[in-house]
């Protein structure tokens, strides 16, 4: 999405959210300009990370190649302030090391704002889709080489937990921590 016209014609055709980066740097008016959905997350703001820890993050756009110089935490609370009713925080480092993602990321940007927080970049176990819910803030996640993965052949084998196994795996940690 570059434009105001372009959310428009997504929301025209049915769509019910778009997911905009770049443009919040590039012309962030876009955010508040009044859309024709009453759904608050209707504007997901994608925010992509780089750097290691608290003191060196560095928020990104065109792709994560272009640093804005910019904070993660600064950045979500703006884009909260313009409009945006959700933030998809991808961690880019950790994208594809199925390492996990990163948990001080998360919690500094979930405490920062009152909109929910989608952690992303570095599932890699089943364990790893409830840790940002459980131990960072976040309310939902997002994995992509979890689910699919190109063996030596480089054919792809969908491996996700069914419904009832997400919801054992998430019960499960919240009996946990009670």
Known sequence: MTSLTQMEQVFAAGFEKVV????LRSDPAVVEAP??????QAITAS???RGG????????????????GSHPVEWARRAEELGA?????????REGT???????????????VDVPVIAHGG?????????????????????GSLFVFQGLGRGVLINYPNRS?????????????G
């Open 85 to 93: 009713g959700e933030i998809l925080l991808t961690s880019v480092d």
């Open 98 to 112: 199925m390492s996990g993602f990163d948990p001080e990321l998360c919690a500094a940007v979930s405490q920062a």
């Open 47 to 49: 925010i992509d990370v």
């Open 123 to 143: 599932a890699g176990k089943r364990k790893h889709l409830a840790d940002p819910i459980r131990h960072s803030g976040a309310s939902a996640v997002g994995a």
């Open 20 to 23: 905009l980066n770049t443009v």
């Open 53 to 68: 820890d608290s003191g060196s993050w560095q928020v990104c756009v065109r792709g994560g190649s272009e640093p804005t």
């Open 165 to 177: 196994q997400i919801e054992r795996l998430v019960a499960h940690d919240r009996q946990h921590r």
């Open 35 to 40: 859309l024709g959905t009453s759904d608050p």
